[in-house]
């Protein structure tokens, strides 16, 4: 059974460019979670999707980020026109079910940590 | 909004030696609470939750119970392995419609010697 699935693990980038990560939930979850972990800070929530939708972006930028998650596919993260202050570990986590129909279980995957020269 | 503060690391301990790792939080409503682990180069594993007051979480001699009255959620094992020696985060769930958006500690690195 494979977990959730990031790629890249590490990824460089010059300030100026884009990034984009990659999130292959597990078997059968069809919602998915992006965190992002500041240096000496906890985990903080970015965006939650369902295939083809995006439920609550509260915690992304304003500008620069962006999230999907199509109906094939991995979900992707995307930030244009990287900063240093982009740098950053990202985290994916995916569940089975609808939260509204109670807490469910986060699994998490192993995280791209993103610098940015 | 809603914010969790643990103790801060890094915490190292012998073989044997007994684990407390406290959290406090402040959040609106009744969160449900987690521990989540993070072994080197893997993600984060969810280790043990609890879900209403009084509630007590346990898993691979890991323990945590929910204290409402004081806010705290701390982690405790009797008798600790070098196996355990991984990242701890403290976390709480959001309340009503939504409870997926966690709110994580900053972690807390245990490591534990033979």
């Known amino acids: 059974n494979a977990g959730v699935m990031q790629n890249p693990r590490h990824l460089v980038r010059r300030r100026g460019q884009e990034a984009r990560l990659r999130c292959s939930p597990m078997k059968g979850h069809s919602h998915v979670y992006w965190y992002r972990q500041l240096p000496e800070e906890g985990l903080k929530f970015m965006v939650y999707?369902?295939?083809?939708?995006?439920?609550?972006e509260s915690g992304m930028p304003k500008e620069r980020f962006s999230a999907e998650f199509p109906k094939e596919g991995p979900s992707i993260l995307r930030i244009q026109q990287v900063v240093r202050g982009d740098s950053a570990a990202y985290f994916c986590?995916?569940?089975?079910?609808?939260?509204?129909?109670?807490?469910?279980?986060?699994?998490f995957g192993p995280g791209t940590r993103l610098t940015v020269l | 909004g809603d914010s969790v503060t643990q103790m801060e690391g890094p915490v190292t301990l012998s073989e044997e030696a007994f684990l407390t790792i406290n959290c406090t939080y402040t959040?609106?409503?009744?969160?449900?609470l987690f521990w989540y682990v993070q072994y080197p180069g893997e993600g984060l594993q969810l280790l043990l939750k609890a879900t209403k007051a009084d509630d007590k979480g346990s898993n691979k001699g890991f323990e945590a119970t929910y204290r409402k009255e004081t806010t705290s959620f701390h982690l405790e094992k009797g008798s600790v392995q070098v196996s355990d020696s991984a990242v701890y985060f403290c976390a709480t769930g959001g309340s009503g419609g939504s409870n997926y958006k966690l709110t994580f500690g900053k972690g807390t690195l245990l490591t534990v010697n033979p």
């Open positions: 986590a995916s569940s089975p079910r609808d939260p509204s129909r109670g807490a469910s279980e986060q699994f």
């Open positions: 999707l369902q295939k083809e939708n995006i439920i609550d």
């Open positions: 959040a609106t409503g009744y969160p449900s």
